[in-house]
């Protein structure tokens, strides 16, 4: 599904991204950790095609594409979707309209969608105008729920939520890789499971969020290197336990 | 500014029939017409009142509880409007309003009885058909205590490029408890000179919302209308959209005085250039307290223009919260790029921020005034990007 090549990436004068590879297989959920600083938010946002990052180096493929030029929208079309962090407010622009505009004239039902997720009673306010961090959160899943990604890029899900929000979110993200998987008389679980098509790449500092997803494999991101491959849990594990500086000695 | 000479216009001589149904009027002033507010087939309207020129040609309201009638009928039957005819603004302001004050040639006299809620908005039209008239009207609005009223008023020439002069005088008087909604579309062209004064009064309790739209090319239009609220409790509220195109020269501005107590006062502008020049000004004073006032002036300018905000508050007594917000720039890049995210191509992106920043839905504006706002955009939207 998505794969990367010796990344490097420039803000302005300063590397901060010095030769990523990375491979995620379609049905994958990949969980990268990491220091603040580390350039895990850049990783996303050059995957995205966002703002001043520059890529000096390396190849991003996607389904097949070389996607490292490409302007993000066309990103978006091909199915990259991302959940911001701090998204802007638009003035003037529902909730609604941008929702369905991100469903990119395929068929969504808005209204029953946002039930979802709690957010029908937003649907008519500006986007993002006033948003709490979970209203935030709430408001990005269903614009991807529209957008139906085949890989979602998913920065921090559990920054500025509550409990009771983060269950909500953490279900709807696990609806967003595997679909609606329920018992059906023609196919199986299990079937279900293998058929999902949509990839993850979630950073995460604190963790919660591998309460509800599959994730399968995640990675510490340290000062624009990628190490310590392991499975999430065991690498959430270890950094509560030893925090970052064993990565560093891993790196050397 | 330019100077204007008022004697390059005719203040005489431009008399006009009456017209009896305003359907029958060529379509393309009927199409100005839309894009000012006024919708001939008088269709979810409580009345409408038409001006062309140097006289009243249609003036009818089948709403119980509502007068209008030409102004010069109103200083006849209510023994020249004492009390209110040039109460609220100075006849010897400037050489505008001494013209008007010297000639009347018309403008509406709307007064909605106590207690009347009236539903559907009246609509008025000051037209400028004659190239080279200059129009001098003066319009007076009584809302009477505890009654409710919206008035759609458009200003507009019957060509684009016919030269005129407008000079008119609006003077509200919002009573106790009242409510008055004044919705105004300039749709002027590029030879238009405009010169409205207006100022108002609200009582305790009363409530005035301006919306004002304006998109066209005007030559040269100067406004700044001011509202004092007088009584307890009194809210004014002024709500800006505003579109320079090349050629476009507007000085504008709104003014609110709190001069009671849990008074409320909010200016909002919107104003884009794509080529012509806006000074948007504001002003809140505040003279006792509890007052709250906000201003808030965005600019954006695409491609050429010049925008001038200039953002004033004034508070004379302790306790006074008065504050503002002023912006001058282009889209954000943030803003597009999270759209583009969504999978929205730049140009796209663009219009849809602009569309949301030029949003009038907010004024609660009849469907086809709405529709012909929205198409307006869309027209200009090829100036700007």
């Known amino acids: 599904m998505l794969k990367i090549e010796n990344l490097h990436v420039k803000i302005g004068q300063r590397e901060v991204l010095t030769g990523i590879d990375l491979e995620i297989n379609a049905g994958e959920t990949y969980i990268l950790f990491g220091p603040n600083g580390s350039g895990k938010t850049t990783l996303l946002m050059t995957l995205m095609g966002l703002g001043n990052y520059e890529v000096t180096g390396g190849k991003i493929w996607f389904k097949g594409h070389d996607i490292t030029e490409m302007p993000t929208y066309e990103r978006a079309r091909l199915g990259v979707g991302m959940s911001f962090q701090r998204p802007p407010t638009i003035h003037g622009l529902s909730t609604k309209h941008l929702v369905r505009m991100a469903a990119q004239g395929r068929d969504f039902d808005v209204e029953s969608m946002a039930r979802k997720v709690n957010m029908e009673s937003f649907l008519d306010r500006d986007v993002n105008a006033g948003f709490s961090g979970g209203e935030i959160k709430r408001s990005e899943l269903l614009q991807l729920m529209a957008q139906h990604p085949n890989l979602l890029l998913f920065d921090e899900p559990e920054s500025g939520v509550d409990l009771e929000n983060m269950h909500l979110i953490g279900k709807t993200v696990r609806t967003l890789l595997e679909g609606e998987i329920a018992p059906r008389p023609d196919c199986s679980m299990r079937e279900q499971k293998e058929m999902r098509s949509s990839s993850g790449l979630i950073i995460t500092h604190t963790g919660y969020i591998l309460d509800y997803i599959n994730a399968d494999r995640g990675q510490v991101l340290y000062d624009g290197h990628l190490c310590c491959e392991a499975r999430p849990r065991d690498i959430l594990e270890h950094i509560r336990a030893h925090g970052y500086q064993e990565c560093v000695r891993c790196l050397n | ?385």
């Open chain 2, 1 to 385: 500014m330019p100077k204007v000479d008022l004697s390059q216009f005719e203040f005489t001589g431009h008399a006009s029939n009456l017209i009896e149904d305003l359907t029958t009027m060529p379509q393309a002033e009927k199409e100005r017409l839309i894009m000012s507010g006024v919708d001939v087939t008088g269709v979810g309207r409580s009345g409408t009142f038409l001006q062309t020129d140097h006289n009243a040609v249609h003036c009818e309201t089948h709403q119980p509880g509502v007068e209008m009638m030409d102004i010069k009928d109103a200083l006849k039957k209510y023994d020249g409007l004492d009390g209110y005819y040039w109460t609220q603004v100075d006849p010897d302001k400037d050489e505008f309003t001494r013209a008007v004050a010297e000639n009347v040639h018309g403008g509406y006299f709307i007064r909605v009885a106590e207690g009347v809620q009236v539903q559907d908005p009246v609509q008025s039209c000051l037209l400028i058909r004659a190239n080279d008239t200059g129009q001098n009207v003066h319009n007076v609005v009584i809302v009477e205590e505890g009654a409710s009223l919206h008035i759609i008023t458009g200003c507009t020439v019957a060509s684009h490029d016919t030269k005129g002069a407008h000079l008119g005088i609006s003077e509200f008087f919002i009573k106790k408890n009242a409510s008055l909604t004044f919705t105004m579309v300039h749709n002027w062209g590029e030879n238009s000179v405009v010169r409205p004064r207006t100022g108002g009064v609200v009582e305790a309790g009363g409530v005035f919302q301006n919306n004002y739209v304006s998109m066209k090319t005007v030559k040269d239009l100067q406004s700044y209308p001011t509202i004092r609220l007088a009584g307890a409790g009194g809210i004014a509220r002024f709500n800006s959209v505003l579109v320079a195109p090349p050629g476009a020269y507007l000085d504008t501005g709104s003014r609110i005085i709190m001069d009671a107590p849990d008074t409320r006062g909010e200016i909002i502008s919107r104003t884009i250039t794509t080529g012509g020049t806006i000074i948007a000004r504001g002003d809140i004073q505040a003279n006792y307290v509890p007052a709250r006032g906000h201003l808030e002036c965005k600019g954006l300018i695409l491609g050429k223009g010049v925008i001038h905000a200039i953002p004033e508050l004034r508070g004379t007594v302790e306790g006074v919260e008065l504050s503002h917000e002023a912006a001058v720039g282009k889209i954000a890049q943030e803003e597009i790029e999270y759209l583009m995210a969504r999978g929205l191509d730049e140009d796209e992106a663009t219009s849809t921020i602009v569309r949301g920043f030029l949003n009038v839905d907010i004024m609660g504006l009849p469907a086809r005034l709405n529709d012909a706002i929205q198409k307006t955009i869309e027209e200009s939207e090829k100036d700007m990007f």
